[in-house]
């Protein structure tokens, strides 16, 4: 594999300084921001607009203990039990206590959360043991939080550079991490060298023929990031959501935990209810065991989707959830009379650039946080509504830990990098490649399909070492990394435990498995 997709000489490149440089404006990236900027110069870039992110579209909510009978620690047992074994401890802990304080800064920054008899309306997802969620405009979290930040991103004035495509992560000869390289809509590559490189460029959920995430989650960050020698790890742990709405040729709209956790129920083909038969938890239980029981039903009765059944909650539903139902209202489908046909779709990657509590890579210079890190809180399941919260809690931590280092852009070096030159952008569709993924890497896996999958991969990854131009070819290298990456972790890992599961390994096997795998590449290539 390359170390650079694109040949370059730093010094032929405009070159942008900054003490601070975030990558991502979704929750994690404008909340890093916001609170790295008394400490130094802060610059912003980001790959579509302001408005294009996974946290806008965040339906359910932010997680945090703040009702009555809620408490950290019950958080934090709830963290653990769902991160099936792999959970860091330490770092949980440490989402659970700051997490609370973290979402009353929000509150500060502008965010409005639904509210409820004098407190905020707090409501379940699964395998939550308390009413933990808080939510705004019903089912329009992610929106709410995204404008306040941007908002205020604005108004301090913070310089966010829109359409910059993060083509690399550049690093000196030390193996230190110096800054980005970015390529405009123009065309035009520049390097924006910097003391601390944030990556909070979300997660891969485009990987997946069906998926509930937008399309910039190509997995950009995480791939620079490897590329440039980032331990990676828990890529093998993909959630995928149960109740993504299921319409011929409609997107996977995502239809929110919380709308179960209202009391909606979950029918097969033939009206029956069928959780309460696989988990004391019913409708409510861990995501993977939900979404493989209506994988088990769809292929048991032949059927493309299962049914939510959200007559039960009446006209109520439609003031909680105003969104989904006018979404499904404008393809036909009223919620209040009849179930909305839904199926499991991609959704969240568990693991991702490998971070310490205060979002630390194995690169000097170079932290990641949000979706893009692997903080060790998710394990091999995340909990739901934790990730806008881990996006706050560890964007915090970042911005702390440089405040007492006070980050300086480095003086221009004379890193250059030449492409061996191959073949380019010959092989391989983004379709063909989701479709693959979906079929072979998905809910359920195997070691021949895996095998099958990752031989396909290789040469597709062969026909993308060359000199990229296109910006289709830059998505694709970095979508082709990502899908070896996890194809190879899912291979490696023979045992099923939280969103990874092997159907020639169907067991959880702690005496082998109880461990991480980490993926690191050794970068060379210098000129
Ligand atoms: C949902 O609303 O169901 C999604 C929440 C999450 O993924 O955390």
Avoid at 143 to 154: K, M
Avoid at 237 to 266: D, M, N, W, Y
Avoid at 367 to 373: H, I, P
Wanted: glycine fraction near 12%; charge should be negative.
């Amino acid at each position: 594999m390359a170390r650079y997709l694109m040949p370059f000489r730093l010094a032929e490149l405009e070159q942008v300084r900054t003490d601070v440089l975030v990558v991502g404006t979704g929750i994690a990236g404008l909340y890093t921001a916001l609170k790295a900027k008394p400490h130094g110069a802060v610059l912003v870039l980001t790959k579509r607009s302001l408005e294009d992110s996974n946290t806008g579209v965040a339906q359910g909510g932010i997680a945090a203990a703040i009702g009555r009978e809620d408490s950290p620690q019950l958080h934090f047992e709830d963290t653990l039990e769902a991160g099936a074994g792999l959970c860091d401890p330490a770092a949980v802990q440490v989402l659970v206590d700051e997490g609370p304080e973290c979402v009353m800064e929000l509150v500060e920054l502008g965010t409005r959360f639904d509210r409820e008899g004098g407190g905020f309306a707090l409501t379940r997802e699964g395998a939550h043991s308390e009413r933990r969620i808080l939510h705004a405009h019903g089912d329009a979290t992610g929106e709410e939080i995204r404008r306040a930040l941007a908002e205020r991103t604005a108004a301090e004035g913070i310089a966010v550079l829109e359409g910059q495509f993060l083509v690399d992560v550049l690093t000196d000869a030390d193996g230190r991490c110096v800054g980005a390289l970015a390529r405009d809509q123009r065309g035009v590559l520049r390097a924006f060298l910097a003391g601390a490189t944030v990556l909070a460029t979300g997660g891969a959920g485009q990987l997946y023929r069906n998926s509930t995430n937008p399309e910039v989650t190509t997995g950009d960050g995480i791939a620079a990031a490897f590329r440039a020698g980032a331990q990676v790890t828990d890529l093998e742990f993909v959630q995928f959501h149960p109740t993504a709405l299921c319409r011929p040729g409609t997107p996977k709209f995502l239809i929110s935990e919380a709308v179960r956790g209202e009391g909606a129920v979950l029918l097969n083909a033939r009206g029956e209810r069928f959780m309460p038969d696989r988990h004391p938890r019913a409708e409510l239980a861990p995501r993977d065991v939900v979404a493989r029981a209506i994988l088990d039903e769809m292929s048991r009765e032949g059927t493309a989707c299962v049914y939510l059944d959200t007559r039960v909650l009446g006209e109520a539903g439609a003031a909680r959830f105003p969104h989904i139902y006018a979404y499904c209202r404008g393809l036909g489908i009223d919620p209040v009379r009849e179930p909305i046909p839904v199926a499991p779709a991609a959704h969240y990657l568990m693991g991702g650039i490998r971070t310490d509590i205060d979002g630390r890579t194995n690169l000097p210079g170079l932290y990641a946080c949000g979706e893009a890190a692997a903080t060790g809180i998710h394990g091999a399941n995340r909990l739901a509504s934790n990730s806008l919260l881990e996006g706050l809690v560890f964007g915090r931590r970042i911005a702390r830990y440089l405040s007492g280092r006070r980050p300086v852009a480095p003086t221009a070096s004379s890193l250059a990098y030449v492409l061996p030159v191959r073949g380019a952008g010959a092989s391989g569709t983004e379709e063909e490649l989701q479709e693959l993924m979906w079929r072979e890497v998905g809910l359920i896996r195997e070691g021949e399909g895996l095998h099958r999958a990752l031989v396909r991969l290789r040469e597709i990854a062969e026909g993308l070492e060359g000199p990229l131009a296109d910006p289709a070819d830059l998505v694709r290298a970095n979508l082709s990394t990502m899908a070896s990456l996890v194809a190879a972790a899912a291979l490696e890992r023979t045992e099923s435990r939280g969103g990874h599961f092997r159907a020639d390994h169907p067991s959880r096997d702690d005496e082998r498995w109880l461990r991480h795998l980490v993926q690191r590449h050794t970068p060379g290539n210098f000129v």
